[in-house]
Every structure is written in structure tokens, then in C-alpha cells.
């Protein structure tokens, strides 16, 4: 059973940075495939934010968010990390680590459907 487990999350205020970590348990994140951070607002549809691939050769990112967040891969630390600078108010939400269970070509990263487990997330809140 993989169990990954977000932190990092927390308050800050617009203009900062923060840094989200993702450890996975069962399985070391070199035997798995494609992975990603998505993000929801309570009421709200779950939105990608940035997807890796398993060798971290390939990175993809959401557009709001290019040029400000960084997806990096640490097979090694078996964890995965979100650096997020320069945050905006609506970058507030709950950020979820999710992870493909296979190295095999991912058809759309940014499709949830892609990705076989989740983490429980971590609420990050960005004030104006």
C-alpha cells in the first residue's frame, strides 16, 4: 500500500515563498511514474498545478502558476517538492500530492484520472 504525505503547507503573506514536500511510504518514488500536485478551493474543482516525470527529465505546470513554481524530484530522498515564490491570494487552497503507479507514458499529466494515489493535502492560505 503507498501512502504519500504532504507538508510544507501553512500561512503566508502575498509576495512569499513557501515549500511543499511529498514523502511516499510502501514504495520508493523511483519505481513509481509520473507525479503531481493538484489544488482545490472548498466548493471548487480540483486543479492541476505541476506534474514531474519519474526520471524528472520532463516538468509541466499550470499556467497560472509558470515562472513561479518549481516541481523538483528526489528519488534518492523519496520525496517531492513544490517551490512556490512570488504567492498570490488565489494560490489559497488544499494541495494534494498524487502519484502514477507506473513509469509507462502518462497521456494527459494534468488529468487527474492519470494518477493512482493520493496524499491528504496541505492548506496553504496566501493573505492580501
Known amino acids: 500500500q503507498v501512502q504519500l504525505v504532504e507538508s510544507g503547507g501553512g500561512l503566508v503573506q502575498a509576495g512569499g515563498s513557501l515549500r511543499l514536500s511529498c514523502a511516499a511510504s510502501?514504495?520508493?518514488?523511483?519505481?513509481?511514474?509520473?507525479v503531481a500536485w493538484f489544488r482545490q478551493v472548498p466548493g471548487k474543482e480540483r486543479d492541476f498545478v505541476a506534474a514531474?516525470?519519474?526520471?524528472?527529465?520532463?516538468?509541466f505546470y499550470a499556467d497560472s502558476v509558470k515562472g513561479r513554481f518549481t516541481i523538483s524530484r528526489d528519488n534518492a530522498g523519496n520525496t517531492v517538492n513544490l517551490q512556490m515564490n512570488t504567492l498570490k491570494s488565489e494560490d489559497t487552497a488544499i494541495y494534494y500530492c498524487?502519484?502514477?503507479?507506473?513509469?509507462?507514458?502518462?497521456?494527459?499529466?494534468?488529468?487527474?484520472?492519470?494518477?493512482?494515489?493520493w496524499g491528504q493535502g496541505t492548506q496553504v492560505t496566501v493573505s492580501s
Open positions: 510502501g514504495r520508493t518514488f523511483s519505481s513509481l511514474g509520473m
Open positions: 498524487a502519484a502514477d503507479r507506473s513509469r509507462l507514458r502518462v497521456e494527459n499529466p494534468k488529468r487527474e484520472e492519470e494518477y493512482d494515489y
Open positions: 514531474i516525470s519519474w526520471n524528472g527529465g520532463s516538468t
